[in-house]
Each structure stands twice: as C-alpha cells, then as structure tokens.
C-alpha cells in the first residue's frame, strides 16, 4: 500500500469544535483500526479487554484502563481482543484559541510539532484529567465543550510542569518543515471553500513555490502539489 493512502484526510469535530470523541466496540465499522496516520493527537482508552496497539515500530499490549497518546504523524494501527475502547482525536493547535489567541513560548511548540506528548500515560494526575476528558466527552452535557477547553488547558499545564513530553527533532531544520506544514494545513481546512493556488499559499506562507513543492510531498507522501 502506498503511504500516501494512510493519510487520514477526515475531519474530527467541527471547525467551530475540533475536538471528537469515538465510543468503539464489535459494532463499529473501524474496530479493528486499519494502518493510518493524521495530523490530529490521538488518545486512546481502554474500556475493557485487551487492545494491540502498533506505533510505527513499536507494539504495546494495552489492558483495562490503560491510556495510551498517539502523536500528530505517527502511524498507529490496533487489533482489538474482546476489547471495548474509546477514542479522542483533536488538533493541538486548539491551544491557539486561548483567551486573546496567545499561546506560551513552550506550549506553542505543540501546536508547531516541536514536542510531542510521551506515549504511555503513567502520571496519576495526567491520567486522572484525561478520564475526566473521557468522561465529559461521552456525556456531552449542555455547554460540555467549555468543560472539555477547559481539561484540555489543564492537561497541557500539567505534562509542561511534570515533563512528560519528548523532543520531536531539537534545533533541526525537519521540525521547521513541519511548523509551516502545520500552519498551512490549518490554514486550508479554514479556507478550502475559496479558490486556491500555489501562488496564494506562497504569499500566505511567506515561502517560494519552489520550496512548498518541496516539503509538502516530504511530509506528506504526495507525489505532486497543484
């Protein structure tokens, strides 16, 4: 299978909430996760049973009320077994949507793929603010998604002051690529209603034609931008 196809292009919530929650058990049509990869966070919580969870190379056995983070880019697939599992699945960069649009030096390194959250969820209070995001999630109570805002900041705070996040590529030219790709990106879901060109995402990106032909097929396994 080409890599292109494991693109994941779905969108996950709503432009206005883009943050989903996915209840997954024998009914559902993707309960067996086939390969992909997207530019969303994943995480993922085990109900009940046993779920096989694949992170490019690395393989994990997940049991009952494991909480396991799945990176923007990273390519996962998992094989359930008598397992029912919960997904949420939202782009970092709602960290950008702070009061007055500001976001911390550090935080904002996130949104840019600089730093990546640590797979295996181990801190109590880490894994006791993402039940509390399951939970509401599922719930979907009147005026849940300032609750959900609210544990999603929280939990940022929290893997900022505990360091359960990871270096992505430090200082290398790789981790620019994919701030600009990030950016262009979010900037596309907002505007594909209008016409676009490449001459247009030079201009809004700031970067030559020449050199977004480039790193977009690098980053995303295209063959060819417009």
Known sequence: MEKERLYEKKRH?????????????????????PPHFHRELEIVRVISG?????????????????IFV?????????????????????????LKQAPGGTVSEQTARFVNGELRLKPAVELSETKALL??????MGKKSDFY???VYSIVFRLFYGVMTSGA??????????????????DMLGWLEKNYAQPISLDRLSAVSGYNKKYLCKIFPFFLFIHRVF
């Open 13 to 33: 919530g709503t432009p206005g909430f883009p943050i989903a929650y996915y209840f997954v058990d024998k009914t559902h049509p993707r309960y067996v996760m």
């Open 50 to 66: 046993s779920l096989r969870l694949q992170l490019q190379r690395e393989a994990y056995l997940l049991q009952k009320n494991d």
């Open 70 to 94: 799945i990176n923007s880019g990273c390519l996962h697939q998992a094989l359930p077994e008598n397992c029912v599992y919960e997904c949420i699945v939202f782009d970092p960069a709602v």
């Open 131 to 136: 039940n509390e995001l399951f939970s509401v």
């Open 145 to 147: 998604e300032l609750m």
């Open 165 to 182: 996040y990871e270096p992505v590529s430090p200082g290398g030219r790789a981790s620019e690529k994919k701030r600009i790709i990030t």
